[in-house]
């Protein structure tokens, strides 16, 4: 069996699959994310490791599944956080995740030493405050205490896999989402480390995703609750895991939309793909030589659970259920009602850690479905800026497959088919597309699978939402609306307060 962990942003997906990497069961265990003025979103490592410990012993007594039945563990995790461990690889502090982005101040100095166009071209990516190099760099000025315990800067799973191995390293997929990496030599950019004022020796050693790392030592083997020396797989960051758990991997796969809390558009391709604009950004593919174009919103789910919490206090998934229903038998794109969803900053299209949140063309008529159905349509609107980065660069968005826990929804798929003028489909591994890639992973890396192929063959299609040409030419008549509402809101976010 293959025993795989998610590390996302609400808690550990644990999935167990057979040796040819069908899922049998999943189990989530989740964490709290402490929110605070100023961009400040943390977790603590040891919530991290504690989830999947719990996961892992939940799953395997539910499935009556005996620890030395287990072959090999795999991992996936958020990316672009920043992990500082002392020499014994202990968290000095809590975690800076993804969307922290308090780090403004270190990216501006960066960028007077390295112009974004250099760092673009260098990592992939645009220089910004959501990624590690700017978040260690926050730590150093203003934790001078802890920074001077720190002796290394990982990501979630790279921590966790430290902690069942005792040997810390990384991928080429987390590596790429920490702004410090090369993609053109495959090593930490040293011009970009200098900048930084950051030493080389603080990052992790880079190895292929498929790497055993090691064995459960014997030390934590029953906090865990599986066999000394069970191998453990290091695997990749979520968004390329994802690509494998959609079957995205390789150019002829089309492209994927991820639901989550964080939500995205992305596709493999043989090289990164750089836009004029800088809307877009390339990480490296778990699957070695490949990348993935993506362009990723802060707040995409994450928009819907926020309006369901607001309208319907303690929110749950029926609650939603009956939100979404509302709003399928409520306009709003048609009505010029429009949401903004920058609820925490942004990143693609707009690159603004300061942007915020706004419902715009609001009437007395409007209620609960309205805002619901706005909310819907301005997550969709965002990532149609994104697909049409794309396709400016000259890439085929063609088919699209639709995962994580927003894809669930019908309506929504259906909007976003109607918006990208192209299929959208989904496939019954929804919830556990990115612990399907990490499983996936673990078996090549374990000599159980050939090679990350086999992921298209794990999961089929269960529902297919085809565009109605109207319903496209009604979004496409709203975008440039849509973007001049953030255009007209843009100089009044309040900068640098959170």
Known sequence: MILAHDLGTTGDKASLHTDDGHLV?????????????????????????????????????????????????????????????????????PALIWADHRSSAQADRIARSVPVEDTYAITGHRLNPTYSLTKVAWVRDSEPEAFARTTAVCQAKDHVVARLTGELVTDPSDASSTNAFDQRTGTWSGRLLAAADLDPALMPRVVPSATVVGGVRAAVAEEVGLLAGTPVVLGGGDGPMAAVGAGVVTPEDGAYLYLGSSSWVSFAAT????????????????????????????????????????????????????????????????????????????????????????????????????????????????????????????????????????????????????????????????????????????????????????????????????????????????????????????????????
């Open 271 to 498: 090289a990164p793909l750089h836009d004029p604009g800088m809307r877009t950004m390339t990480f490296n593919h778990v699957v070695p030589g490949l990348f993935v174009p993506t362009a990723t919103m802060v707040a995409g789910a994450g928009s819907l659970q926020w309006v369901g919490e607001v309208l319907e206090p303690g929110t749950d998934g029926t609650r939603i259920s009956a939100l979404l229903a509302e709003a399928a038998g409520a306009t709003a794109l048609d009505d010029h009602l429009h949401f903004l969803p920058h609820l925490l900053g942004e990143r693609s299209p707009h690159w603004e850690p300061d942007a915020r949140g706004a419902f715009l063309g609001l009437t007395r008529a409007h209620g609960r479905g309205h805002l619901v159905r706005a909310v819907l349509e301005g997550v969709v609107l965002n990532l149609l800026t994104c697909v049409q980065a794309f396709r400016d660069c000259g890439a085929d968005v063609g088919q699209v497959t639709a995962i994580g826990g927003g894809a669930r929804s019908d309506l929504w798929l259906q909007l976003f088919a109607d918006a990208f003028g192209t299929p959208v489909v989904r496939r019954d591994v929804v919830d556990e597309a990115n612990s399907l890639g990490a499983a996936v992973v673990a078996g090549v890396g374990a000599g159980l699978l050939d090679d990350v192929t086999a992921a298209r063959g794990l999961a089929r299609e269960t529902a297919r939402f085809e565009p109605s040409l109207d319903r496209t030419e009604a979004f496409a008549a709203a975008l440039p609306r849509w973007s001049a509402l953030y255009r007209a809101l843009e100089p009044t976010f309040p900068r640098g307060d959170g």
């Open 25 to 93: 069961a999943a189990v989530t265990v989740g964490y709290p994310t402490r929110y605070a003025p100023g961009g400040v979103v943390e977790q603590d490592p040891e919530d991290w490791w504690r989830a999947c410990c719990e996961a892992t012993r939940r799953l395997l007594a539910e499935t009556g599944t005996a620890p030395d039945q287990v072959a090999v563990v795999g991992l996936s995790g958020q990316m672009m956080g920043a992990v500082l461990l002392d020499r014994a690889h202990r968290p000095v502090r």
